[in-house]
T-cell receptor, first 114, second 112 residues
Framework: DGGITQSPKYLFRKEGQNVTLSCEQN?????MYWYRQDPGQGLRLIYY???????QKGDIAEGYSVSREKKESFPLTVTSAQKNPTAFYLC?????????????FGSGTQLSVL | GQSLEQPSEVTAVEGAIVQINCTYQ??????LSWYQQHDGGAPTFLSY????GLEETGRFSSFLSRSDSYGYLLLQELQMKDSASYFC?????????????FGSGTQLTVLP
């Protein structure tokens, strides 16, 4: 079955530590996205990538980094510079940044700070 | 910039009809989408409106008025499983790209 796989489902970070969240898709989608969701809040865009080897900052990119070396994969690293990393992280993909495409989301990773 | 407003909570009873409103401000407009998210789950796409009018998909309908920068999601014959958060999202033009901005979500509670 095609879809988006995020791992791990739960992740704990120690102070000063970098952690990486995995996102893999087998939908053959060109565009991929990372969103952050805080309790009771909407989704805020961290980074997005329209094609392999290219990515752009979203609204809240500070303290995060990404790579897009393969079409299927778009890992997100939460660096020690992100002082408030506790949140629900959602990865999504779409066919492309057209005007009417829909986003397909993974099941999310809950990141907490120890 | 882009911003959206939608009510934070709505409560209705099983079998009823509920309307969730969304007003938006955006630079350039390419469409209004709606997503459903159950607690702890992934958002799933419900509908998309690029032109004025009503789009119907089963028990769910979505309406758009571009002149009023307004849309709504209409849920009919409510079922318990419809209890979830509903997000409107607008695609506008920002930072040389068509970017999708989400509202803060409306928590719908369906009572028996």
């Amino acid at each position: 079955d095609g879809g988006i796989t995020q791992s791990p489902k739960y992740l704990f970070r120690k102070e000063g530590q970098n952690v990486t969240l995995s996102c893999e898709q087998n939908l053959n989608h060109d565009a991929m996205y990372w969103y952050r969701q805080d309790p009771g809040q909407g989704l805020r865009l961290i980074y997005y990538s329209q094609i392999v080897n290219d990515f752009q900052k979203g609204d809240i990119a500070e303290g995060y980094s990404v790579s897009r070396e393969k079409k299927e994969s778009f890992p997100l690293t939460v660096t020690s510079a992100q002082k408030n990393p506790t949140a629900f992280y959602l990865c999504a993909s779409s066919l492309g940044q057209g005007t009417n495409e829909k986003l397909f989301f993974g099941s999310g990773t809950q990141l907490s700070v120890l | 910039g882009q911003s959206l407003e939608q009510p934070s909570e709505v409560t209705a009873v099983e079998g009823a009809i509920v309307q969730i409103n969304c007003t938006y401000q955006t630079s350039g407009f390419y469409g209004l989408s709606w997503y459903q998210q159950h607690d702890g789950g992934a958002p799933t796409f419900l509908s998309y409106n690029a032109l004025d009018g009503l789009e119907e998909t089963g028990r769910f309908s979505s309406f758009l008025s571009r002149s009023d920068s307004y849309g709504y999601l209409l849920l009919q014959e409510l079922q318990m499983k419809d209890s979830a958060s509903y997000f409107c999202a607008v695609r506008g033009f920002r930072d040389s790209a068509r970017q999708l901005t989400f509202g803060s979500g409306t928590q719908l509670t369906v009572l028996p």
